[in-house]
């Protein structure tokens, strides 16, 4: 139980106790032709259906009596396996389309942009379907449009049509930002849209069509490993919805391990079958940074966040007064929305530049590589587009949260983990926090995006953790923005900070002494000022390089600036049983009880 097992779903199915299962949710191949791991997907018409119909009874078998099987299939077989999943006993309670944007291009029929998710249960008179429970009801139109009164304060449920934002294309955006990015063509007759917000009204609560989109290669929710993954808000409002908490999820499908992944977060057991030893081993790692209770990826609700195109018009479209007043901007950003014809063309060369340079990364790597970053800067002048470096940066970031690279997947994935990062994640996190105290930046997004912004981060960082490279230093920021909210959210949950060990002078502390296990410490006053408070995989690792004996002068510098005689430093340990992805919510514990100069503060 809870693990993702490596074998045929059909033999490990037959494993299995009968009516062992609450609930199977199964996305099996669509026998498209698409090469996957280990598998083609391609087998005679008749072949594919015996093997569906194998598979079927196997689930049919290990379902308890009011078990619920959930199947996603493609328009080429969904009525076939309709018709098997009835012949073996299966009774279908919504024939339920799935809707999402960036379909799949097709060059003789119309763009792929739907995928069947049939509800079928084993009695039709006993079944789970929690209908009152609070997580599976959503805003009425009375709550959300009409501020009325008389709204049920609880909501209500779904429709059969969920709409859903882009699976937080890598970011929360503001109204302005979505209005900026806006780039509708006029078409008064409405007889096509680009942005889902659009589409809210031409959904009726008596339609069977749900929309979520589908998570593109940019998307940040993206596993990075598996080219057909469903989007977790998907899998969130099924399971949560016909399977009670602590309830067995089970998928003979793992691929990118989404349904473990979101039966886990919600409190359910789960089991999953893939064939592909490589599928297993990173959907394990997947299931080994999520705890119970972590957020899912992507919005829920589209409308809560983001305006439809509608609303940006009326609030001014692109050149807003408040975006011309806005005073956070450079010039040289502001010159990018003096004119829509201006903005389309530059976001067509930015576009460009980037399919010309990225060489398979993402738009993160772009920015923070120099050296693919320079590649890209280069290409941008080239193309003579309004700006410069910094506006170009910021830009590409831009069109990477709304989702405008979709069409440029990335095929190259940077291999810095958390354990290639424990070394110097702490450099990094000072780095950052000094140079918005230096009011150089407002946020990370501006310090990557300014090259001498971004040179400097990397120098302050080289001091405190010398040896790396600027993709390394740039890269552990990234990933700690990255946790950051849901190391915050974890730490809501624990208990109180560690009680740390006793203090030991900055000039007696022998990092060798240290153990190779994972802990925190904290470097300051006793009494007073505190520095820096840490998280480490590796105690020993960790403390041998951050106080070397060439590098205890920094601290020394650090503590006389703050008001710290260097000669009262001091520094506490406390070793700890955690893994790798619980040691930043006990950092953030920390960070709460004592505030240190030089960590980041807890929302920033």
């Not at 473990?260 to 959907?283: C, H, M, P, Q």
């Not at 010398?466 to 920021?477: D, V």
């Not at 060439?550 to 001091?570: F, S």
Request: charged share 25%; proline share 6%.
């Amino acid at each position: 139980m809870n693990t993702i097992k490596q074998g045929d779903c059909i033999r490990e199915l037959k494993r299995l106790p009968a009516g062992s299962v609450d609930l199977v949710f199964a996305d099996p191949p669509f026998n498209i032709g698409y090469a996957y791991d280990v598998y083609t997907d391609s087998l005679p018409f008749q072949q594919y259906l015996d093997w569906s119909r194998e598979w079927m009874q196997a689930v049919h078998r290990v379902l308890k009596d009011n078990g619920t099987f959930w199947l996603a299939i493609g328009d080429e077989y969904a009525a076939e396996l309709k018709i098997e999943a009835r012949n073996i006993g299966f009774h279908c309670r919504s024939w339920v389309i799935w809707y999402y944007t960036f379909g799949v291009n097709c060059s003789r029929k119309f763009t792929r942009s739907h995928t069947h998710l049939f509800y079928f249960v084993k009695n039709p008179h006993d079944f789970v379907f929690r209908a009152e429970a609070p997580e599976n009801r959503i805003p009425s139109a009375r709550q959300l449009v009409y501020h009325d009164n008389r709204a049920n304060p609880r909501g209500r449920l779904p429709d059969d049509t969920w709409i859903i934002r882009p699976a937080d294309a890598a970011g929360e955006m503001t109204g302005d930002e979505m209005s900026l990015l806006d780039l509708t063509p006029e078409d008064h007759d409405h007889t096509w849209t680009l942005r889902p917000q659009d589409l809210a009204d031409r959904f009726r609560p008596d339609e069977d069509t749900w929309y979520f989109p589908r998570v593109a290669g940019t998307f940040k929710e993206r596993a990075g490993f598996h080219g057909c993954q469903m989007p977790e808000q998907l899998l969130g409002r099924i399971i949560r919805t016909c399977s009670e908490p602590g309830a067995i999820v089970l998928d003979p499908f793992s691929g990118s391990g989404t349904t473990a992944a979101v039966a886990k977060k919600l409190g359910r057991r789960f089991l999953a079958f893939d064939l592909s030893e490589e599928y297993v081993r990173l959907g394990l790692e997947r299931l080994q940074a999520i705890r119970v209770g972590d957020p899912l990826d992507g919005a829920p609700e589209p409308l809560v966040s983001a305006p439809s195109t509608a609303v940006g018009r009326s609030r001014g479209g692109r050149c807003s007064e408040r975006r011309r007043n806005d005073r956070s901007l450079r010039p040289e950003a502001r010159a990018c929305v003096v004119s829509d014809r201006q903005y389309r063309l530059t976001e067509e060369g930015i576009v460009a530049a980037f399919a010309a340079t990225h060489e398979g990364f993402s738009a993160d790597r772009v920015v923070v590589d120099p050296d693919l970053n320079q590649r890209f800067l280069a290409a941008c002048r080239e193309k003579g587009l309004v700006g410069g470096p910094r506006s170009w940066n910021m830009l590409l970031f831009r069109l990477r949260k709304s989702g405008r690279l979709v069409h440029l997947p990335t095929r190259q994935r940077t291999l810095l983990g958390w354990a290639d990062c424990d070394p110097f994640l702490f450099a990094s996190e000072i780095a950052w926090r000094m140079l918005l105290d230096q009011e150089r930046a407002e946020s990370l997004d501006e310090i990557l995006c300014d090259p001498e912004i971004a040179a400097e981060f990397d120098r302050i960082a080289g001091c405190f953790a010398p040896g790396y490279s600027s993709l390394q230093y740039r890269w552990a920021a990234l990933k700690l923005r990255k946790q950051s909210k849901l190391s915050r959210v974890r730490a809501d949950s624990l208990a109180r900070p560690p009680k740390l060990g006793r203090p030991v002078a900055l000039d007696d502390f022998d990092p060798q002494a240290a153990p190779p296990v994972p802990g925190v410490y904290l470097v300051g006053h006793p009494r007073s000022a505190k520095l820096y408070a840490g998280e480490a995989i590796n105690l020993h690792s960790r403390l041998r390089g951050q106080f070397a004996q060439e590098l205890r002068e920094l601290w020394r510098q650090c503590a006389d600036e703050r008001g710290v005689r260097p000669r009262d430093l001091k520094v506490w340990l406390r070793p700890m049983q955690a893994t790798a992805s619980e040691m930043l919510a006990w950092q953030t514990c920390l960070i709460r009880q004592y505030q240190p100069h030089l960590n980041l503060a807890v929302g920033q």
